[in-house]
């Protein structure tokens, strides 16, 4: 799949059109590149409203091709590598977003069925009763 990156897309939107594709996964811009199964500093992160111009310096739309199959550290390194851009993906697992540092190996598809299968094995938390004497 293709996922085409418009110049004036803010990295909210670019985060948008990537969940389409991947309800659990979403991707993070950051200033400094990081290294396989190395995560990314929070202070480094740029901001959800900056647009995809202002991170690149230039005006170009920007293609990104997507194998959901291609593992989770490939596809950062090829958008390192064909875009310049710093990237990490994070995974959504029982509410919370983690850097996936340590599972790079999994391929996207992987990482965004982990995260629906962490979600799906919750077990509902029943109303205890509560002594009021």
Avoid: C
Avoid at 34 to 51: D, F, I, S, W
Avoid at 52 to 66: G, K, M, R, Y
Avoid at 70 to 97: C, D, Y
């Amino acid at each position: 799949m293709k996922l085409i990156l418009k110049s004036s897309s803010t990295i909210q939107e670019i985060q948008q059109a990537f969940q389409q594709h991947f309800s659990h996964l979403k991707i993070e811009f950051y200033k400094k590149p990081h290294h396989t199964e190395e995560g990314n500093a929070k202070k480094e992160q740029y901001l959800h409203n900056v647009t995809l111009a202002e991170i690149t310096q230039h005006s170009n739309d920007l293609e990104l091709t997507i194998n959901p199959s291609m593992p989770t550290g490939e596809f950062e390194a090829s958008v390192e590598k064909n875009h310049q851009l710093h990237i990490q993906v994070l995974r959504l697992q029982r509410g919370t977003w983690l850097q996936t540092t340590h599972t790079d190996m999994l391929s996207l598809q992987e990482q965004n069925e982990k995260g629906i299968q962490a979600d799906i094995d919750i077990e509902p938390e029943s109303p205890a009763d509560i002594d009021y004497q």
